[in-house]
């Protein structure tokens, strides 16, 4: 099995910044990508950015290019969302997600617990 567990997240005003990481532990030779996912209350799941295993060009949603950057440290296998002008409608439950196939968009195999950020305005 694979283990996710994020950290990182917080309050923070508009135009604020906030970085995330990901540690993976366990059988992580499975995973093919990791990424985040975000849910914010009485809304469906997200999409975030997500990045290959192998460093492959990472992949964002429109509402978060230009401001979030995905990376990936493969010493300790952890992942990061760095998260700059953050806006209230970022606020919202960020999820780590990995998967098997090269994108989370595909299929998600592993979830982690989730982490609380938001945004005051």
């Known amino acids: 099995q694979v283990q996710l567990v994020e950290s990182g997240g917080g309050l923070v005003q508009t135009g604020g910044s906030l970085r995330l990481s990901c540690a993976a532990s366990g059988l992580t030779f499975r995973i093919n990508a990791v990424g985040w996912f975000r849910q914010a209350p009485g809304k469906d799941r997200e999409f975030v950015a997500d990045i290959g295993w192998d460093l492959r060009t990472p992949n964002y949603a429109d509402s978060v290019k230009g401001r979030f950057t995905i990376s990936r440290d493969n010493a300790k296998n952890t992942v990061f969302l760095q998260m700059n002008s953050l806006k209230p409608e970022d606020t919202a439950v960020y999820y780590c997600?990995?998967?098997?196939?090269?994108?989370?968009?595909?299929?998600?195999?592993?979830w982690g617990q989730g982490t609380q950020v938001t945004v005051s305005s």
């Open positions: 997600a990995a998967a098997r196939v090269r994108r989370i968009t595909t299929q998600v195999h592993y």
